[in-house]
């Protein structure tokens, strides 16, 4: 009994302190644009009467920092969902096709999806899928050139359902892979991105309340593997879906 309740006491510790650093990191992310909003609202004070071309790039610049802080906000109200273990609307829903509809939104760059002819179903909410696609999606593509090309394909292994997004970027340090689904954790690599540092922390938390788990591969100056499993479920009706299709801007 001793032991037990030291352990849920450390338990508590731990909480409080992973509790504790999250609100200081989150502070500081916030900070940041605000810091850069209000000096712009003196210069836009000082000079935007004067000079219209100054008063159109800092109302602009302002619009920016804003639509950061709204995404920084957005992607901290879904880890607090997370962390809440709010239970999910799950239905069953087909990787493929999911995947396939994310693929689209970034038909400019050389983004190719390689699938099987057969669906590839999973119980998940959809949404809080789709989200985890489109992270992983958006990271590929920020640390990748846009002359270099990024594979995503879904395929079954066993009773899993596999996920990869594969990219041929900047990759990730060896000292660094372990740190790269932390929340707010970006690497000197990704130092210069726009991203809030939140997004694979969702992906990783999404994956795993679904039962499911990530992994990652990468080599520096070659690119990035991430690989997402979940539990295979009932098999859906077949569809007719290509085996492979390139979403490109030159096409």
Do not use: C, W
Not at 99 to 115: D, H, K, L, P, W
Not at 186 to 215: D, Q, W, Y
Request: proline residues 4%.
């Amino acid at each position: 009994m001793a032991e037990s309740l030291e352990r849920l006491f450390e338990a508590e510790r731990e909480s409080k302190e992973t509790l504790r650093r999250f609100a200081a990191d989150a502070s500081h992310e916030l900070r940041t644009p605000l810091t850069s909003i209000i000096g712009y609202l003196d210069v836009l004070d000082e000079s935007g009467d004067k000079d219209p071309v100054v008063r159109r790039q800092v109302l602009r610049a302002i619009r920016e920092e804003g639509e950061r802080m709204a995404r920084l906000v957005e992607d901290l109200l879904v880890l607090a969902r997370l962390d809440t273990q709010r239970k999910m609307h799950v239905e069953l829903v087909d990787l493929v096709t999911l995947t396939r509809e994310s693929t689209v939104n970034y038909s400019r760059r050389q983004v190719e999806f390689a699938a099987p002819g057969l669906v590839v179903p999973v119980l998940a909410d959809r949404e809080a899928l789709r989200r985890v696609v489109s992270n992983l999606l958006s990271n590929a593509i920020k640390h990748t050139p846009p002359e270099q090309r990024i594979l995503v394909s879904v395929d079954r292994e066993g009773q899993e359902a596999v996920l990869r997004v594969a990219d041929e970027g900047v990759g990730i340090p060896e000292d660094a892979l372990p740190h790269v689904f932390e929340r707010f954790y970006r690497a000197e690599s990704s130092r210069a991105g726009e991203g809030t540092g939140l997004g694979l922390a969702i992906v990783r938390e999404t994956v795993e309340a679904l039962e499911g788990r990530i992994e990652v591969e990468s080599a520096l100056a070659t690119g990035s593997t991430f690989t997402v499993r979940l539990p295979l479920s009932e098999r859906l009706p077949k569809k007719n879906v290509p085996n492979q299709e390139k979403l490109s801007g030159k096409n």
